[in-house]
């Protein structure tokens, strides 16, 4: 259910993996994603068993509406509705107790939390959204509200590694023009890119030097959707909130 989790100084980090919920295949068993083509209320009570295993009320997990971009939503509470979800890639507070969460199967997610101003922001990095700046568009909100780059505790999840994402030449040259660390090589020898480590450069330019990085590729994990291997399978979410 909850694959890694951590709590550092009241700001809380989790990630879940794929098992102990109610799906069934291909989504089998704690798809936590409402889009992809799942029962929904299988997933509504696999939100309720995740948030339960954590601590948290459900009605108090914000989601998004992920669109492999760059906007950032600022929250103080739940959305009244689902209409009212933006579409968006990352979300921001500074509401203690209220909890944001990112969908992913090979994307990046990422959690952020100063928790001495009490910020906390999740923000999803694929490919484009990493290019775009997802991330840090994500750190310069929370700082607006308040947080300091130097106490934010940055935790990134599961994701699918270097050695696994293929693309085309052509597209990881454009990736490492933007982020040099981006570039990769399969473990087969093709033209690859690496997302996290591009995530983790864009972090550390900002001053965020706290990082940690799961050692999960979701490709490899049998314990872990991803889109890449299976297509029609569930989402992992990762979650972090302020006591
Ligand atoms: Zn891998």
Known sequence: ????????????FAFTDRWGGVSAAPYEELNLGG???DDAAAVTTNRELAAKSLGLDPGRVVWMNQ?????VAVVDGPWGSTADIPSVDAIVTTGRGLAL?????DCVPVLLADPVAGVAAAAHAGRPGMVAGVVPAAVKAM????????????RTG??????????????????????????AETSWGTSSVDVSAGVHSQLERLGVHDREQSPVCTLESRDHFSYRRDRATGRLAGYVWLD
């Open 1 to 12: 259910m909850i694959g890694q989790r951590e709590n550092v100084s009241g700001a809380h």
């Open 35 to 37: 889009a992809v083509g």
């Open 67 to 71: 669109v492999h971009g760059a906007d």
């Open 101 to 105: 969460a990112v969908l992913t199967a």
């Open 143 to 154: 700082i607006e509200l308040g947080a300091d780059p130097a106490r934010i505790v940055a």
């Open 158 to 183: 599961p994701t699918v590694c270097g050695s696994c994402y293929e693309v085309p030449e052509a597209m990881r040259a454009d990736v490492a023009a933007v982020e040099p660390t981006a570039y």
